[in-house]
């Protein structure tokens, strides 16, 4: 076990591995104010491939007391956690709020949405559904051959890497969705935390530290690191005590860690969030009757947060005539009346500028806002094209992280669908419609179900309910598995897997599959769901 944490509201600049503060000696960050390039204190180094050694191996140490923990203790430790992220208050928010540019209004909700997701899985494990429990009972008589009994239940993967996220240093980051469900499965957690929130990821590491010891965790259920993806990220995909990936970053990241995952002797699962453009689909019934209204709400999703949502709407696809026409005026008049706010960092400013200086050259512009001299600004951008310049560029199609969009000009209805079916993977797809519009929209329902993870109808995709019933993701490349989500109680199937117990004596069957049912779980027993 660990020791207590003093003090889960300071900052030392150190790595947290299984409970011990550790000083790396690599490389010196620190978080960076984007709203004034300030450099903010204190400095944290990098660590080594041995803190890599480390982590891991306490991790592996952890995980067969962690996994055997009851489901209750379990979800009273994820509690703690939430009751200490709210807890630090002011302080967390400020931090938070000074690293990534982001209103502390914003963050303040991050707070409560990632306290929420701790919770949510607190309650997925007192529920006991996530057991997957099914029995087959015995049928010695059976003819011609005899049924042995079959039962079946899921175990934990075994430890997880965890890459942070530059755009929500904490619903996304060292507690987010990716933490809070592998610890719900019963996986120790591993965590790389983003350079761009040091700061931020060790407040939240101390938060989880004095959990651990708190709940009389293992030490090893918890490290935090701090170092490069491509050396320090890879070390740790590539550890051979790790079993499984969780990722919200960029393509370009999360293939690499795909790859080196599975050039591994025993290659591992990487669940990747990656590139998304999220299309909006405006069907002539709505653009008649509302254009000019959808296209005001239009510009509000997409500067929302600058832009630097993974859901961001960086796409619109209509049929061309005045209701699009009435779209792109009121469009362009939100942009001219929006103010350019802070990215995230330096580096996605920078690429959000040759973004949108890419769009600008390959297609027209309909509206900019004005510039500014403010560091790192994201001055919001649209542009337009047709159907076919669209369909044969491909810097047309790439993703521009920001508050950029292009809007796609078809001739009929047709033009849409085939546009659609072109497209890549996505997180994402709107469709606004009226009712005069409902047999074109079923009709590009079956495209859409086949190409993104959420469909939503009538609103705007940024804002993503942490929920049973949520998807966030979808076929590649917004992910790098179509089958699993990030956000929502279904997250925790990714860090779980299904094993059968063929005659196992009753003495040594797990409760969960076990006669007289102890743990009180729905069960399918003989395919029907019952809880006897």
Same mark, same amino acid.
């Given at each position: 076990?660990?020791?207590?944490?003093?003090?889960?509201?300071?900052?030392?600049?150190? *790595?947290?591995?299984?409970?011990?503060?550790?000083?790396?000696?690599?490389?010196?960050?620190?978080?960076?104010?984007?709203?004034?390039?300030?450099?903010?204190?204190?400095?944290? /180094?990098?660590?080594?491939?041995?803190?890599?050694?480390?982590?891991?191996?306490?991790? /592996?140490?952890?995980?067969?007391?962690?996994?055997?923990?009851?489901?209750?203790?379990?979800?009273?430790?994820?509690?703690?956690?939430?009751?200490?992220?709210?807890?630090?208050?002011?302080?967390?928010?400020?931090?938070?709020?000074?690293?990534?540019?982001?209103?502390?209004?914003?963050?303040?909700?991050?707070?409560?949405?990632?306290?929420?997701?701790?919770?949510?899985?607190?309650?997925?494990?007192?529920?006991?559904?996530?057991?997957?429990?099914? $029995?087959?009972?015995?049928?010695?008589?059976?003819?011609?051959?005899?049924?042995?009994?079959?039962? +079946?239940?899921?175990?934990?993967?075994?430890?997880?890497?965890?890459?942070?996220?530059?755009?929500?240093?904490?619903?996304?980051?060292?507690?987010?969705?990716?933490?809070?469900?592998?610890?719900? /499965?019963?996986?120790?957690?591993?965590?790389?935390?983003?350079?761009?929130?040091?700061?931020?990821?060790?407040?939240?590491?101390?938060?989880?530290?004095?959990?651990?010891?708190?709940?009389?965790?293992?030490?090893?259920?918890?490290?935090?690191?701090?170092?490069?993806? +491509?050396?320090?990220?890879?070390?740790?995909?590539?550890?051979?005590?790790?079993?499984?990936?969780?990722?919200?970053?960029?393509?370009?990241?999360?293939?690499?860690?795909?790859?080196? &995952?599975?050039?591994?002797?025993?290659? $591992?699962?990487?669940?990747?969030? *990656?590139?998304?453009?999220?299309?909006?689909?405006?069907?002539?019934?709505?653009?008649?009757?509302?254009?000019?209204?959808?296209?005001?709400?239009?510009?509000?999703?997409?500067?929302?947060?600058?832009?630097?949502?993974?859901?961001?709407?960086?796409?619109?696809?209509?049929?061309?005539?005045?209701?699009?026409?009435?779209?792109?005026?009121?469009?362009?008049?939100?942009?001219?009346?929006?103010?350019?706010?802070? *990215?995230?960092?330096?580096?996605?400013?920078?690429?959000?500028?040759?973004?949108?200086?890419?769009?600008?050259?390959?297609?027209? #512009?309909?509206?900019?806002? /004005?510039?500014?001299?403010?560091?790192?600004?994201?001055?919001?951008? #649209?542009?337009?094209?047709?159907?076919?310049?669209?369909?044969?560029?491909?810097?047309? +199609?790439?993703?521009?992280?920001?508050?950029?969009?292009?809007? #796609?000009?078809?001739?009929?209805?047709? +033009?849409?669908?085939?546009? &659609?079916?072109?497209?890549?993977?996505?997180?994402?797809?709107?469709?606004?419609?009226?009712?005069?519009?409902?047999?074109?929209?079923?009709?590009?329902?079956?495209?859409?179900?086949?190409?993104?993870?959420?469909?939503?109808?009538?609103?705007?995709?940024?804002? #993503?309910?942490?929920?049973?019933?949520?998807?966030?993701?979808?076929?590649?490349?917004?992910?790098?598995?179509?089958?699993?989500?990030?956000?929502?109680?279904?997250? $925790?199937?990714?860090?779980?897997?299904?094993?059968?117990?063929?005659?196992?004596?009753?003495?040594?069957?797990?409760?969960? $599959?076990?006669?007289?049912?102890?743990?009180?779980?729905?069960?399918?027993?003989?395919?029907?769901?019952?809880?006897?």
């Amino acid at each position: 076990m660990t020791a207590t944490v003093d003090r889960i509201d300071a900052l030392t600049g150190q *790595m947290i591995i299984a409970g011990r503060f550790v000083t790396g000696t690599g490389d010196i960050v620190r978080g960076l104010d984007p709203s004034t390039d300030t450099a903010l204190e204190p400095g944290y /180094a990098h660590g080594s491939d041995d803190d890599v050694e480390a982590a891991c191996a306490a991790a /592996a140490a952890a995980f067969d007391a962690y996994r055997s923990t009851p489901s209750e203790v379990r979800a009273a430790f994820l509690e703690l956690i939430a009751e200490n992220l709210e807890g630090l208050g002011e302080t967390l928010i400020n931090r938070a709020s000074a690293e990534s540019g982001l209103p502390k209004g914003r963050i303040t909700g991050e707070v409560g949405r990632t306290a929420g997701q701790l919770r949510l899985f607190a309650g997925v494990l007192r529920d006991g559904g996530w057991n997957g429990a099914r $029995i087959d009972p015995a049928q010695p008589d059976r003819a011609p051959l005899p049924r042995a009994d079959i039962r +079946q239940r899921k175990v934990p993967l075994g430890p997880v890497a965890v890459f942070g996220a530059s755009n929500f240093p904490l619903a996304f980051s060292v507690a987010g969705g990716d933490t809070a469900s592998a610890l719900a /499965a019963g996986c120790p957690v591993v965590v790389k935390a983003h350079d761009a929130h040091p700061g931020t990821s060790e407040l939240v590491g101390r938060a989880i530290t004095d959990a651990i010891s708190r709940s009389g965790m293992p030490a090893g259920t918890f490290s935090l690191l701090y170092g490069s993806g +491509q050396g320090l990220g890879t070390r740790l995909v590539t550890d051979p005590r790790i079993k499984a990936v969780g990722f919200t970053g960029s393509r370009s990241g999360g293939t690499a860690l795909v790859a080196a &995952a599975a050039s591994r002797p025993e290659p $591992i699962p990487v669940y990747a969030e *990656m590139s998304s453009i999220n299309p909006v689909f405006l069907l002539e019934g709505a653009l008649s009757t509302r254009g000019a209204e959808l296209g005001k709400a239009f510009i509000g999703s997409l500067t929302l947060g600058s832009g630097q949502f993974c859901t961001n709407p960086g796409l619109v696809i209509a049929v061309d005539g005045p209701g699009l026409d009435a779209f792109v005026e009121a469009a362009g008049a939100a942009v001219a009346a929006s103010s350019p706010t802070p *990215m995230l960092t330096p580096n996605i400013a920078n690429s959000y500028a040759d973004g949108v200086q890419a769009l600008s050259n390959a297609s027209k #512009v309909e509206a900019r806002a /004005a510039a500014t001299d403010a560091p790192n600004a994201c001055a919001a951008a #649209v542009f337009s094209t047709d159907a076919e310049l669209f369909l044969a560029s491909e810097v047309l +199609q790439q993703e521009v992280f920001g508050s950029a969009s292009l809007i #796609v000009r078809c001739v009929d209805a047709r +033009q849409v669908r085939h546009v &659609a079916s072109a497209l890549e993977g996505q997180l994402t797809a709107t469709v606004h419609a009226d009712d005069s519009d409902l047999d074109e929209a079923g009709r590009l329902l079956k495209v859409l179900e086949l190409k993104v993870g959420r469909i939503l109808f009538d609103g705007w995709p940024t804002g #993503v309910e942490v929920g049973h019933a949520m998807v966030h993701g979808g076929p590649y490349p917004s992910t790098s598995d179509s089958r699993s989500t990030s956000v929502g109680s279904l997250a $925790i199937e990714r860090f779980l897997r299904p094993v059968a117990y063929q005659d196992v004596p009753p003495a040594l069957l797990p409760s969960a $599959i076990a006669d007289g049912n102890p743990d009180h779980l729905w069960r399918r027993i003989d395919g029907q769901l019952t809880q006897d």
